[in-house]
């Protein structure tokens, strides 16, 4: 709000030495001009921050402020300049203004979507080592395979601010931007001001005491991202009375904070040529990893670990989740863990092809891609081995489609439009990472679809949604195969 009123009384007092008195004769209305100026540029600073994309619009500001100063003080004989330097200042100053407007609004400070259930979200975030499983993703030989949980769930109202979404420690957040910025080919202080992104998520907030447990739902990101580009999909879901567990995946994302204060980073190797060769290593790796948060919860809900979650979790109705390599992920454990119920793969390509049918309420969200890769199987160009993976995983669509499964195809999306990452910047979508859809309807949309499987699979709801075409979402279309 105050970026904007400072730009707004920018441009009033731009259009003040424009058109009017240039001798401030009328001192009362430019010192007026002057204390609005300060005061909204101190109110800008204080309550919502610096950041870089505003470096122009505070210079044209503290060009005015001077300008105010000068002309009240100055003495009587100085001598006008000429009106054509008038107005290349005033020229000069709006193109910076402009400028600063452009990048405000390209990069803009913005909150996750607000959920749109009725409970409030409390968030606690876990650091487990399985002690039972050595790292194989280090050269150590003694390391200990070692997550970061984050837990959304049901809360009691509480009062004060949502937490903000990234870690604010500034080690912890330069790292955090850093390896985002690496993948975007910008300079790390580009993604600084991402430091003011606030979630609907309260941290340690008192979960909601309820007649019965709360089902639960875990999350997998894609590979090289973060669970934090899965907040508001965890927060919306908490709200509509679910606990929802998202896995960082060590050493397979852009960077994971610890709780003593290490971070790592990604250094998974996984290149396009050994792609199907290491996948199913990798994905062997991260199915484990959700088979071990699905047995500390169970410790949490038995009361063998600590913590407020004691008789709270329905373990009987547990879904999953992922999106990409995480989707995946999310189809191998739903096959090969018998506590998990029904899941979802949003935009994931599978890595685990030789296996029986699995027979489990599945869903796959699709982006146009998904079209691109029907339209492969006839494109005799394409190298017969790629073309025999894709026909083996449209197999195991069609299968999962007859026996009251779904895939949809989400109209006007991209790979990302399945994470946050749409909501970051309207930028994105020219870098080729989302689709034409604007981001917060994709956000929209993947959370009602979401949400609607889950509440008909783990939760006994009609699925009015998945059950077919629905009016009022046009962009899903529901696949055959």
Excluded at 241 to 246: L, P
Aim: glycine share 8%; net charge negative.
């Amino acid at each position: 709000m105050f970026e904007i009123a400072l730009a707004a009384i920018d441009l009033l007092v731009l259009l003040y030495f424009m058109f009017g008195k240039t001798t401030f004769e009328k001192k009362a209305r430019s010192m007026l001009l002057g204390a609005g100026l300060s005061a909204f540029l101190v109110l800008q600073l204080f309550l919502e921050g610096y950041r870089w994309q505003l470096v122009p619009l505070y210079l044209v500001t503290l060009i005015l402020l001077a300008s105010i100063l000068f002309n009240l003080f100055r003495p009587v004989r100085v001598v006008k300049k000429p009106h054509f330097l008038k107005y290349i200042s005033i020229l000069v100053l709006s193109v910076l203004l402009i400028i600063s407007t452009i990048l405000a609004v390209s990069l803009p400070v913005f909150d996750l979507p607000k959920p749109d259930g009725a409970d409030t979200v409390g968030t606690v975030t876990f650091d487990w080592i399985d002690m039972n499983r050595e790292e194989t993703l280090t050269t150590d030989p003694g390391d200990k395979r070692e997550l970061v949980v984050q837990v959304w769930y049901p809360a009691k109202k509480t009062d004060g601010q949502p937490q903000l979404l990234f870690p604010q420690d500034p080690q912890i957040f330069h790292n955090y931007i850093s390896a985002f910025a690496e993948g975007f080919h910008l300079p790390a202080f580009a993604l600084d001001y991402w430091k003011y992104t606030r979630s609907h998520s309260f941290k340690n907030a008192a979960i909601l005491t309820s007649d019965k447990p709360y089902p639960l739902i875990i999350i997998n990101h894609g590979m090289g991202t973060s669970r934090i580009l899965h907040a508001s999909q965890a927060e919306n879901l908490a709200s509509h009375g679910y606990i929802v567990a998202a896995i960082d995946h060590t050493y397979s994302t852009a960077a994971t904070a610890f709780s003593d204060g290490r971070i790592t980073g990604f250094t998974t190797e996984l290149s396009a040529e050994d792609v199907y060769d290491k996948a199913r290593a990798i994905g062997e790796i991260w199915t484990q990893d959700v088979e071990f948060v699905l047995s500390q919860l169970e410790a949490l809900n038995a009361g063998r670990m600590e913590s407020d979650f004691k008789g709270k979790i329905d373990l009987d109705n547990v879904g999953i989740m992922g999106h990409s390599f995480g989707g995946a992920t999310a189809y191998n454990a739903a096959y090969l863990l018998d506590q998990i119920k029904a899941g979802i793969n949003m935009d994931g390509t599978l890595f685990e092809l030789d296996r029986d049918h699995m027979n489990k309420p599945f869903m796959f969200l699709q982006s146009d891609d998904s079209e691109k890769m029907i339209e492969a199987l006839d494109d005799h160009t394409i190298p017969e081995e790629i073309r025999g993976r894709i026909a083996k995983e449209m197999e195991i669509t069609r299968h999962v489609i007859e026996h009251g499964g779904k895939s949809i195809h989400i109209k006007g999306t991209a790979h990302y439009n399945f994470t946050d990452l749409q909501l970051y910047s309207p930028l994105i979508k020219y870098m080729g990472m989302t689709g034409s859809i604007e981001g917060h309807r994709g956000a929209f949309l993947v959370d009602q679809y979401i949400l609607d499987f889950f509440d008909k699979y783990l939760k006994g709801g009609a699925g009015e949604l998945i059950n077919g075409p629905d009016a009022n979402y046009p962009e899903a279309e529901f696949q055959k195969l």
